[in-house]
């Protein structure tokens, strides 16, 4: 890429457990997303160095607006599915920044869902236009996100916490039974052991087990293409009750945070068998909640279909810094 000629106001990034995803706002608009992995790194700070030069910057941005997958803070960002620590302080000393701002991945993805429009998303479940009210998003990737998005003035505000890790709850019989064929392995089984990458791999080998079969072991990308392709049972199998899981699970999310606005599904995981999952239990999983179906027949549910939706917040928030 060709330097810079002019200073770009930021510089954002949105840090998961397996990509680094980086870009720079400039008064243009934001540039193309580079993607780097992870593994390739051992530090934030090396990656977003490697970054800014893959982008020819010559003049630091004023700016760094970046997001990780973990629990953060002002000041400090630690994440869950990789050993990097990151601190504002010494983003600030190590390239000269104005002004640092750190967030959760799934604060900045939520920032950005009243920027998505009808081509961005694919409606799972009937066409429902929502109503005033907040958002939220739940995402299957390496972890799994979840956050919501609550009307204020002058700019609406991003609500994040950890409910990935709340626990997961069996909606009949057959899941009370896998989820204890996972919990003997593994012991307190949160949302996120079923409803991400790893989740796969526990809910394949569980039903293998239940089943008196033996299942090869395979990576999540290897179950999620021999269940699209119909190739392998057992994996087809195992993308159902995943998006069955996250039915029940979104539903849940949708109480707890009042989401009348509707319901977004997120990460890099359901984008890679969308027809299964609209094809799924999700919708009614979803809405099956006893006393509140009602309640829950009225709230939309998305598959967000933007690529890199997370930098619309990420530029959101950078433009709040003035």
């Not at 934001?30 to 982008?55: G, I, W």
């Not at 700019?155 to 909606?171: F, S």
């Not at 068998?273 to 799924?280: G, H, M, R, V």
Request: net charge negative; hydrophobic share 45%; aromatic share 6%.
């Amino acid at each position: 890429m060709t330097g810079t000629e002019h200073q770009s106001a930021a510089v954002l990034a949105d840090i998961g457990g397996t990509n680094a995803r980086f870009a720079l706002l400039r008064a243009e608009g934001t540039s193309e997303v580079l993607n780097l992995n992870v593994c390739d790194h051992k530090t934030a700070y090396d990656a977003l160095a490697a970054a800014l030069d893959r982008f020819g910057v010559q003049a630091t941005p004023q700016h760094a607006v970046l997001a990780f997958a973990g629990p953060v803070s002002p000041e400090r960002a630690l994440m869950t599915n990789t050993a990097w620590e990151t601190s504002a302080s010494d983003l600030r000393q190590r390239f000269g920044f104005h002004h640092v701002k750190l967030m959760n991945d799934y604060a900045a993805l939520a920032l950005g869902l009243i920027q998505l429009t009808a081509k961005d998303r694919r409606s799972i479940g009937p066409e429902l236009g929502g109503t005033e009210g907040p958002l939220a998003v739940v995402g299957p990737g390496s972890g799994l996100g979840v956050a919501a998005l609550l009307p204020a003035d002058p700019h609406p505000i991003p609500l994040v916490g950890e409910g990935g890790h709340a626990t997961m709850a069996a909606a009949d019989d057959h899941e009370s039974e896998l989820i204890a064929v996972i919990r003997g392995r593994l012991g307190h089984i949160s949302a996120e052991r079923l409803l991400s990458g790893p989740g796969l791999s526990n809910i394949h080998q569980a039903l293998a087990a239940l089943e008196d079969s033996r299942a090869e072991t395979i990576t999540p990308a290897e179950i999620s293409s021999r269940g699209v392709d119909g190739s392998d049972p057992l994996c087809h199998r195992t993308l159902e009750m995943f998006c069955n899981l996250l039915g029940s699970f979104a539903g849940s999310i949708a109480l707890c945070y009042g989401a009348r606005g509707g319901v977004y599904l997120g990460g890099g995981i359901l984008p890679r068998f969308p027809e299964i999952l609209a094809a799924s239990q999700f919708r009614d999983r979803f809405e099956s909640k006893g006393r509140l179906q009602s309640y829950l027949s009225t709230i939309p549910t998305w598959l967000i279909t933007r690529p890199n939706a997370a930098f619309a917040g990420l530029a959101a928030a950078a433009r709040q810094l003035g």
